[in-house]
């Protein structure tokens, strides 16, 4: 981090990222903290900064003070690696000490306890917190929990059909069934078997009786207000058959024309790209919470359609790089339908479905993110964004920024308002077009944060 951005990030105050500290009180106390930065967002303690955000400097000896921090650092469970920095400004000593996000399936604790950051807050997570802890972090994982079920439960012509599409349709004439879900680690053996959720969901004869919270809710209302049913439905089946029968109602109660085409043929037109409708659906599946007891639900409107499911986005995703990332909330239920050809795993679906709204000419999706739920609302008005295919199709703003990064490595806000003269709402909205379309990525998460191009785009 070099002296502008450690300026810029003091300047800023106090965030769930970033923490100032006149000076290094109590190691216990800091251990907390690190542990909560690490089972967080991850984050940076600055020491030697007062309380109206002035440098006052550091007045012990700075070899002991980062032998202190070390240590402290040695005390959580597993420890924590943080990268200490030692800077002079205004011609005094301070430190910054960085502390990265704790790696996938994996928490750390500070004697016995678990903390997280919330806001400017530490957090000590305790009782039931903690089960919703471990499901948001993807150490409780719904799909991964051994069942009551048993062999018999299953449905072996679900689960040819599984190897006709991936192009093995003579796979159990020289393997058992028993061995399929063991090598495909959806059962464990260990004397008995245990067949994991994730099988049941996808192969039982009868899901439902499983998981009863795994119906779909389908209704289309007339006018733009829930309040006149016109028609509905109710899924409660496997992943595959949800997705199927969820987008042949849409299908059936959407507007649509028959254009003629080049050859001569009839083709139906939907009022919504069945594409984008598709994707929407198959995400509420693949990425809900499982634990959660509440429906996903697909709701018709003159002007829109809502996709509501249960479960807000997995802490490992943080708001800002939502539909630049793919987190997998439930990991085995995500690579069936992958072996379904459902889902690719590129963290690609957002800005192919703004892609496919913006060629039909129609507003870009909407995405709600709330505590509990994620909704997607597609609308069927026009819109006036153009599809991002090539470097070409970005504006002149986006363009400038690109060049800009080719010669000087990195950039910030600040620095795309500047350069073109607009406002700061602009200049978010030519960032985030520009990392959904992924020509440049964000490092850092704190206020100092900058973006870099994408090596994939270059």
């Not at 004869?205 to 109710?234: C, M, N, R, T, Y």
């Not at 490092?443 to 994408?454: E, H, M, P, T």
């Amino acid at each position: 981090m070099d002296k502008d951005q450690l300026s810029e990030v003091i300047e800023s105050g106090e965030t769930q990222e970033v923490e100032l500290k006149q000076a290094f009180h109590s190691s216990q106390d800091f251990s907390k903290l690190m542990c909560g930065f690490a089972n967080t967002y991850g984050g940076m303690v600055i020491i030697g900064i007062g309380a109206k955000k002035e440098i006052i400097g550091i007045k012990d000896d700075i070899d002991q003070l980062q032998q202190k921090i070390s240590a402290a650092a040695q005390a959580i469970s597993p420890p924590v690696i943080p990268e200490i920095q030692v800077h002079t400004t205004e011609g005094r000593k301070i430190i910054a000490v960085i502390i990265q996000k704790a790696i996938d399936n994996t928490f750390h604790t500070f004697q016995g306890v678990v903390y997280v950051k919330v806001g400017s807050t530490l957090k000590k997570i305790e009782g039931n917190q903690l089960v919703e802890f471990l499901r948001s972090r993807q150490i409780l994982c719904f799909d991964e929990i051994s069942s009551d079920g048993t062999m018999n439960d299953l449905d072996i012509e679900k689960i040819k059909d599984y190897f006709k599409v991936r192009g093995h349709d003579d796979f159990l004439k020289n393997n058992s069934v028993e061995n399929f879900l063991v090598s495909s680690k959806l059962a464990s053996k260990n004397g008995n078997l245990k067949i994991k959720n994730a099988a049941l969901l996808f192969f039982a004869k009868e899901p439902a009786e499983f998981f009863p919270q795994i119906e779909i809710k389908l209704a289309q209302f007339d006018g733009i207000e829930p309040v006149k049913i016109i028609s509905h439905q109710l899924i409660q089946s496997d992943p595959v058959n949800s997705i199927e029968k969820s987008l042949s109602f849409v299908k059936k109660n959407i507007s649509k024309s028959i254009e003629i085409t080049d050859k001569a043929k009839r083709e139906e037109k939907f009022e919504y790209p069945i594409v984008v409708v598709r994707e929407a659906i198959v995400n509420a599946i693949a990425h809900r919470d499982y634990f959660s007891k509440d429906s996903i639900q697909i709701y018709l409107f003159s002007n829109r359609i809502e996709i509501t499911s249960p479960g807000s986005l997995p802490i490992g995703l943080p708001r800002e790089l939502f539909g630049t990332l793919s987190v997998r909330r439930n990991p085995i239920i995500y690579r069936l339908l992958r072996d379904y050809d459902y889902v690719e795993g590129l963290g690609s679906g957002v800005p192919r479905m703004i892609n496919s709204m913006r060629e039909r000419g129609l507003k870009d999706p909407e995405f709600g993110i709330y505590e509990h739920f994620f909704r997607i609302i597609l609308y069927n008005l026009k819109g006036s964004q153009k599809p991002i295919e090539k470097y070409a199709d970005l504006n002149e703003r986006q363009r400038k920024a690109v060049e800009f990064l080719k010669k000087h490595k990195s950039i910030k806000t600040r620095k795309c308002m500047e350069m073109n003269n607009t406002s700061f709402g602009t200049a978010i909205f030519d960032i985030n077009e520009l990392l959904k379309f992924k020509y440049i990525k964000k490092v850092g998460s704190y206020r100092g944060a900058y973006y870099v191009l994408n090596e994939e785009k270059k």
